[in-house]
Every structure is written in structure tokens, then in C-alpha cells.
């Protein structure tokens, strides 16, 4: 049964949720290894991330699931536009952050032109889609990251990645499991960022 027009539960506190929260970070792509996400899993995983606002109910984007025999096709057609990138070497290296990881998701921005939702908007919108899926692979037990890197920004992989006019990559979130956790890093001074309208 639909829940459509019917009341949600209101939140209650965990405490479990919020240390979850406080205590996600991202997967080094390239050491994520199997086991990756079941079918069914992912299937989960992408309804949780689709549960994101959106002004509009646009639905400004999509997902491709890379993964298997078509996940290696494309690194092996990303590869010699590598040579092409300003540092090909290192361009050539961090596709082991596409190839490794057993599933990566595409989440493509695809907003809506000359609507009155900014595009802007539409575009952080699909922000929001990507952490929420890196929450949600968390939340079942798996490691992800989220990553950009030259091909989603190179003209020339667009047709690779079968990108349609107007839209943009979000990020490819790989997603996998670690074999050790990852080191936390610097997070920002809260009395930097943090002010209170006067
Ligand atoms: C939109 C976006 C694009 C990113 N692209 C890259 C990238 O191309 N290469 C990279 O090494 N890290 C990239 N990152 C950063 C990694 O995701 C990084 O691991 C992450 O910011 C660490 O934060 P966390 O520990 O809170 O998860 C990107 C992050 C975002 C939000």
C-alpha cells in the first residue's frame, strides 16, 4: 500500500543514527574490494538516496550502476583519453579508483532547462542524492566514496558515459568494503563557520 497523503511517523531520537553520522568517512576508492552491494541491496541503497529533496519533485537526476564486465569496457575506453589530460600519468592512475571499487553509481545531475526551479537548485538537489547514497551503502554495512576525477569533466568521455545535453556529472560513488577503517581527517573549526544572525 501506498503511504501517498498519509501521515509519516515523527522522528524519535538514536543515538545509534547520529554516531553513524558523526562518524562516516569516506573510502580511499581505489582500496575499496568485495564484497560489494547484492542486486537487491543496491536496490535499496538507491531508493534510500532518491528519498532527497527536490524543489519542484523534478527529479532532476539519474543513476547508471557501473559494475562487472561493462565497469571494465569502460576503464579500458577511459584509458587512452588519459594521455590527453594535462598530467596523463596521474590521470592514467586514478582510474584504479573507477576499476577497483566492486560497484560504483553514476548519479548524473539532469535538470530541468528554463523551469522556474533554478538550475542551481536542481543541481544541489543531485548534491543531496550523492550523500544520501553515501549514507545509505553506511547504513548496510558498506564503504564508500565520492568522487569526480577528469572523466567526468573531459567533453570527449561524454558519449562514453552516455551523458545527454545539459547534463552533469554529480559524482561517481563507489561503493565496496574497506579492509581497515579509514583515517579520520581535518573537519572544519565550527566557531569559523558557524555565526548566528544578529
Ligand atoms: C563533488 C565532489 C567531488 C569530489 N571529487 C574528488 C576527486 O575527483 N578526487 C578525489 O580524490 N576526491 C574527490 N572528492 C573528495 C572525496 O570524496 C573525499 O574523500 C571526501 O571529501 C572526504 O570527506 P569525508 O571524509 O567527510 O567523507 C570529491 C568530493 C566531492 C563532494
Same mark, same amino acid.
Given at each position: 500500500?501506498?503511504?501517498?497523503?498519509?501521515?509519516?511517523?515523527?522522528?524519535?531520537?538514536?543515538?545509534?543514527?547520529?554516531?553513524?553520522?558523526?562518524?562516516?568517512?569516506?573510502?580511499?576508492?581505489?582500496?575499496?574490494?568485495?564484497?560489494?552491494?547484492?542486486?537487491?541491496?543496491?536496490?535499496?541503497?538507491?531508493?534510500?538516496?532518491?528519498?532527497?529533496?527536490?524543489?519542484?519533485?523534478?527529479?532532476?537526476?539519474?543513476?547508471?550502476?557501473?559494475?562487472?564486465?561493462?565497469?571494465?569496457?569502460?576503464?579500458?575506453?577511459?584509458?587512452? !583519453?588519459?594521455?590527453?589530460?594535462? *598530467?596523463? %600519468?596521474?590521470?592514467?592512475?586514478?582510474?584504479?579508483? /573507477? $576499476?577497483?571499487? &566492486?560497484?560504483?553509481?553514476?548519479?548524473?545531475?539532469?535538470?530541468?532547462?528554463?523551469?522556474?526551479?533554478?538550475?542551481?537548485?536542481?543541481?544541489?538537489?543531485?548534491?543531496?542524492?550523492?550523500?544520501?547514497?553515501?549514507?545509505?551503502?553506511?547504513?548496510?554495512?558498506?564503504?564508500?566514496?565520492?568522487?569526480?576525477?577528469?572523466?567526468?569533466?573531459?567533453?570527449?568521455?561524454?558519449?562514453? !558515459?552516455?551523458?545527454?545535453?545539459? *547534463?552533469? %556529472?554529480?559524482?561517481?560513488?563507489?561503493?565496496?568494503? /574497506? $579492509?581497515?577503517? &579509514?583515517?579520520?581527517?581535518?573537519?572544519?573549526?565550527?566557531?569559523?563557520?558557524?555565526?548566528?544572525?544578529?
Amino acid at each position: 500500500m501506498s503511504d501517498l497523503g498519509h501521515p509519516l511517523p515523527l522522528p524519535t531520537a538514536s543515538d545509534e543514527a547520529l554516531a553513524r553520522l558523526q562518524r562516516r568517512r569516506s573510502a580511499p576508492a581505489q582500496a575499496l574490494t568485495f564484497p560489494g552491494p547484492s542486486p537487491d541491496q543496491l536496490e535499496v541503497m538507491l531508493a534510500t538516496a532518491a528519498r532527497t529533496p527536490d524543489h519542484g519533485k523534478l527529479f532532476p537526476w539519474r543513476f547508471v550502476i557501473i559494475e562487472g564486465p561493462a565497469k571494465s569496457a569502460l576503464v579500458h575506453a577511459l584509458k587512452p !583519453l588519459a594521455e590527453d589530460q594535462s *598530467e596523463p %600519468v596521474k590521470a592514467a592512475t586514478v582510474l584504479a579508483k /573507477l $576499476a577497483n571499487p &566492486p560497484v560504483t553509481v553514476m548519479v548524473v545531475s539532469s535538470p530541468v532547462p528554463d523551469h522556474k526551479v533554478p538550475v542551481w537548485e536542481q543541481q544541489l538537489s543531485a548534491g543531496a542524492v550523492c550523500m544520501n547514497l553515501e549514507h545509505a551503502a553506511d547504513a548496510m554495512g558498506f564503504s564508500a566514496s565520492w568522487i569526480t576525477d577528469w572523466y567526468a569533466y573531459d567533453p570527449a568521455t561524454r558519449p562514453l !558515459l552516455g551523458l545527454k545535453d545539459g *547534463e552533469q %556529472v554529480a559524482g561517481f560513488i563507489h561503493i565496496g568494503t /574497506l $579492509a581497515e577503517g &579509514p583515517a579520520e581527517r581535518p573537519r572544519p573549526s565550527m566557531a569559523a563557520i558557524v555565526s548566528r544572525q544578529l
